[in-house]
């Protein structure tokens, strides 16, 4: 059989489930192949085991909805490139490449955080496909306009979109930018208290209701503000207005990643992104090995749940070290133990990262006798310039945790840069301030862009106060 040419991404049909053309990463270092899909349901008919589920074929585009389902002749355990492990439905679907189609084995998994609606893996591309890394588009020549027509796109109406921010005080300064930006755009804001919302797990359409009983339907867009204490619970609320197909700015999985300090450092360390060293341990009997791991006193005392600095202690000496990770151990707290960068003399950078691009950066100084930056903590932040090492591990920090949206805080050592944290709720009056930039309408902006596809309707820069 002859062989086609393909490059690293490549326009394919799949035939068989209504879908004219996809957008596909032709990937020869994953086994499996997947499919964008959500609003995923099992049904039998006839004895046999269905899937029904929902895909926006073209990336950033979610007007264009298409409706399948397929025969599943699996399910699968697969661990995604993220490091998550999720059990996926499997189906058998034709495939076009080229002249070339075929049957091809493809899980069903939500790719709204990935780059491409469609993965091909080796398994797929077996005896029928040569991969020239350094091309791309070689068979196909067709563009996403070409795709929109294909799948007859309606026309965009110029309409405000309905935005929730979900949050928990509607008078916290982010909250109230959010809100004043998307009504200066000309949408409906509608602040969402957290805890007020309730579901009903098992209703045939994912439902969030509020308060009374108010139902929350015809949402465009989310945007979580969730604060630490309500993060399992927010979670949970973000994941059902997922399935009512809104978009959300910072998927719940990823918030619970970025949530999860150790998790979310394990994941920067996979995608070997710099950062101080880091040890934890459970044992108090592990407690002086994890200090000299750590490159011993002075060192950093972090709790897993803490934020905006607070749980962080620097540990002056050994002894002091052993005292506090062991009064930590025994109020059974889980606790970091990472390198005290002591030329960085009580400073650092917050990288504010939207769609994969820094927005904005400040340098952050601790004040007098304190060693941790932050603002809530009475430092002082001025603007500063980034180098572009500094600009890439920010964008890849970001999305190495999944965030469209994340508050990246670096550290200058005398190795370079260093990764301390990646944060999915980001303060905005600081970097605002010092700055000057309207990050709240940016953020508004990327709903836009997600809900209306890339070339969203041109909205004029309104000024702030205007």
Not at 129 to 146: G, H, N, R, W
Not at 302 to 313: A, D, I, S
Not at 364 to 373: K, M, V
Request: hydrophobic share 40%; with cysteine.
């Amino acid at each position: 059989m002859d062989k086609i040419i393909v490059g690293s991404e490549e326009w394919c049909t799949l035939p068989e489930l209504g879908l004219p053309a996809i957008k596909a990463r032709i990937d020869s270092g994953a086994k499996t192949s997947s499919l964008h899909a959500f609003n995923i349901e099992p049904f039998e008919e006839n004895g046999k085991y269905w899937v029904k589920f929902s895909i926006h074929p073209i990336q950033n585009n979610r007007k264009i909805v298409k409706h399948c389902q397929a025969e599943v002749i699996d399910r699968r355990t697969v661990k995604s490139s993220s490091g998550s492990v999720e059990k996926r439905y499997v189906i058998l679907t034709r495939m076009s490449l080229g002249n070339l189609n075929w049957n091809v084995e493809v899980t069903l998994t939500n790719r709204d955080s990935m780059g491409y609606r469609m993965l091909i893996g080796r398994q797929a591309m077996e005896d029928r496909v040569l991969v020239d890394p350094s091309k791309a588009f070689c068979l196909d020549l067709i563009d996403e306009e070409k795709a929109k027509e294909l799948y007859g796109e309606p026309s965009i109406k110029k309409r405000g979109l309905r935005i929730i921010v979900l949050a928990s005080n509607k008078d916290l300064y982010s909250n109230k930018r959010l809100m004043e930006a998307g009504e200066v755009r000309g949408h409906e804001m509608i602040f969402v208290n957290t805890k007020y919302c309730w579901v009903n797990v098992n209703a045939t359409k994912p439902v969030v209701h509020y308060r009374g009983g108010e139902i929350l339907k015809n949402i465009d867009g989310v945007i979580p503000r969730l604060k630490p204490s309500m993060t399992f619970y927010g979670c949970s609320v973000l994941r059902h207005f997922e399935a009512s197909n809104a978009f959300c700015l910072n998927r719940a999985q990823s918030i619970a990643r970025a949530r999860d300090k150790l998790r979310s450092l394990q994941l920067l360390a996979e995608r070997g992104i710099d950062m101080p060293i880091t040890g934890f341990a459970h044992s108090p009997q592990d407690t002086t090995n994890l200090i000299k791991m750590v490159g011993g006193a002075p060192l950093v005392i972090k709790l897993l749940e803490g934020t905006q600095g607070v749980g962080v202690v620097l540990a002056e000496t050994s002894k002091a070290a052993e005292s506090v990770i062991n009064a930590f151990k025994s109020l059974k707290a889980n606790i970091l133990v990472q390198e005290f960068i002591k030329e960085a003399k009580g400073r650092d950078i917050r990288c504010f990262v939207i769609d994969g691009k820094v927005v904005g950066a400040m340098e952050r100084e601790a004040a007098e006798g304190e060693f941790r930056a932050n603002l809530h903590l009475g430092g002082t932040a001025h603007p500063v310039k980034l180098t572009q090492e500094e600009r890439k591990m920010a964008v890849a920090a970001a999305k190495a945790i999944g965030l469209e949206v994340a508050g990246v805080d670096i550290i200058r050592s005398k190795n370079g840069p260093k990764i301390l944290e990646v944060n999915a709720s980001p303060g905005l009056e600081g970097i605002e301030r010092v700055t000057g930039k309207d990050i709240a309408g940016l953020m508004i902006e990327s709903v836009e862009k997600s809900v209306f596809g890339a070339k969203a309707r041109s909205l004029a820069k309104v000024p702030r106060g205007s």
